[in-house]
Structures are given as C-alpha cells and as structure tokens.
C-alpha cells in the first residue's frame, strides 16, 4: 500500500510538503509520481522521479515544487513553495511496484492528501 501525510490549509506564499510510504514486501519501486486532482478539474500529473533520481514536472509547478525519494525508506516526498490558490488540489502519490515474487511492476496509489491554498 501507498500511505500519504501532510497537506492541509496553507496561505498564499507559504510552502507545506507531502510523504508517501509504500509499505509490504517490496522488491523493487520504478517511478513514483504524485498527482493532483481540483475540485471539477481532471487528475493531473504533477511531478515524477524515478528509480535513479531523475524528474519531470508540470510546467505549472516547475521552480515551486521538489519531489524526492528515499529509496532505502520506500518513500517520495513532494516539498511545494510559493503555493498560489490554484494549486488547491487533493494530491495523489502513485507508484510502480515489483512485490517479492511478482515479475511485473504494478500501479498503486495513496488515498490522497487535501491542500488548501487559502488567506
């Protein structure tokens, strides 16, 4: 499973980050990703890293956001500065995961995280 913390209301200007742990008996973690999805909007790619740390980002987070991973730990992290109202989202981690046994990477998700970008 995907467990994510952090989030919550935040002001304009103001930075909060987001973790994700993968948990279970992990062989191997290809890319993790974190996601956003605003309310009546549709779910949007927000950054990606993968196994050997390298990333790619939305155009509209590139500069403000950093994803990061801890691969000893199983977990990616989001840090998100000079947060504007419209990054108001629930934000989502996903993950490419080979489990001990499997022969092929499967797709998880966290249950999504609310952050609030409010005075």
């Known amino acids: 499973q995907l467990q994510a913390s952090g989030g919550g209301l935040v002001q304009p200007g103001g930075s909060v980050k987001l973790s994700c742990a993968a948990s279970g008996t992990i062989f191997s973690i290809n890319s993790m990703l974190w996601h956003r999805q605003a309310p009546g909007k549709q779910r949007e790619l927000v950054a990606a890293?993968?196994?050997?740390?390298?990333?790619n980002y939305a155009d509209s987070v590139k500069g403000r956001f950093t994803i990061s991973r801890d691969n000893a730990k199983n977990t990616v992290n989001l840090q998100m500065n000079s947060l504007k109202p419209e990054d108001t989202a629930v934000y989502y981690c996903?993950?490419?995961?080979?489990?001990?046994?499997?022969?092929?990477?499967?797709?998880?998700w966290g249950q999504g995280t609310l952050v609030t970008v409010s005075s």
């Open positions: 890293i993968t196994s050997g740390g390298r990333t």
């Open positions: 996903n993950a490419n995961i080979r489990r001990q046994g499997d022969i092929y990477d499967y797709d998880y």
